[in-house]
């Protein structure tokens, strides 16, 4: 298929409530041949029913479709985040490799040892990476910096896309959670509860505190401010507070007149 006649997956949502977006994604999806791999999703079980892992067509929402079931029989609450979840809030579609999702256990240990469980099922070999990996701090105590996030990739082919599983170790994971099972979105395949347009805000806001140089982060937030999304405001606000978050200037010039206040008033005097 040719890319350029592919119709624009933000096309769908800009201009709507979350509840259309919701639905509006239900419909790109069947007016798609190939939107990011839900059909392929079928076709690769269809070949290889002993393990669908093991195709090395694997697109993101053909991992995400294999993905959910072990999720729910985990019993932990979850929402996809990560590049799936930006390209619902974006103005216009951004490509990613990786799934990423947020879980929650009964602890953080439990929700640690889940995600190894998910990860050992896909047959994925398991990173771990701590909040030092993230913000590029100096490693001296590296170990007993918290494990944040475990990454899984194929052995050998790490740098290929896989599994990112998100922990409650993180600031900001267990509200995103909680707030994101009343935000399902149909994927093709399921309503699964997903990161809400503001958590996700606040998420690469703090990347962006502990990394700058985050180019992924930096166009992601600058495409979703330029979406005009219906933002909560008093809630985006008072986590710019509470976290102190601010944004490098060039972005905070195309941000919502109520972030961009929140972000001046929490941003160092020299940037």
């Known amino acids: 298929m040719d890319w350029n006649s ?18 509006s994604w239900r419909g790109a999806l069947k007016n798609m041949e190939d939107p ?9 079980q269809r070949r290889n029913k002993s393990s669908p892992f093991e195709s090395k067509f694997m697109t993101p929402l053909a991992l995400l479709r294999a993905v959910v079931p072990l999720l729910r029989r985990s019993g932990c609450q979850y929402a996809v ?30 929700t640690q040892n889940e995600a190894e ?38 052995e050998g082919k790490e740098k290929e896309g896989g599994l990112d599983v998100l922990l409650p170790t993180m600031p900001w994971v267990v509200r995103a959670i909680e707030r994101a099972q009343c935000n399902l979105i149909d994927f093709g395949f399921g309503r ?28 992601d937030l600058q495409s979703i401010f330029e979406a005009n999304l219906q933002l909560d405001f008093p809630y985006l606000v008072s986590l710019f507070e509470l976290h102190r978050l601010w944004l490098p200037r060039a972005l905070e010039k195309v941000a919502p007149k109520p972030v961009q206040r929140a972000s001046r008033s929490q941003s160092p005097k020299h940037r």
């Open 6 to 23: 592919r119709p624009p997956i933000m096309s769908f949502f800009c201009s709507s409530s979350r509840a259309s977006r919701a639905s």
């Open 36 to 44: 990011l791999g839900v059909r392929w999703a079928g076709s690769i």
């Open 81 to 110: 985040a990560g590049g799936l979840a930006a390209a619902l809030y974006r103005r216009e579609p951004r490509l990613t490799q990786d799934v990423d999702v947020l879980l929650l256990a009964s602890s953080i240990r439990g």
């Open 117 to 154: 469980k998910i990860l050992g099922k896909l047959k994925f070999s398991v990173g771990l990476a701590r909040a030092s990996d993230l913000n590029r701090a100096p490693g001296f105590h590296k170990r007993q910096d918290p494990v944040v996030m475990l990454v899984g990739r194929k």
């Open 192 to 219: 699964l509860p997903t990161i809400t347009p503001e958590d996700l805000i606040v998420a690469k806001a703090l990347a962006l505190t502990d990394n700058p140089s985050r180019y992924k982060d930096l166009d």
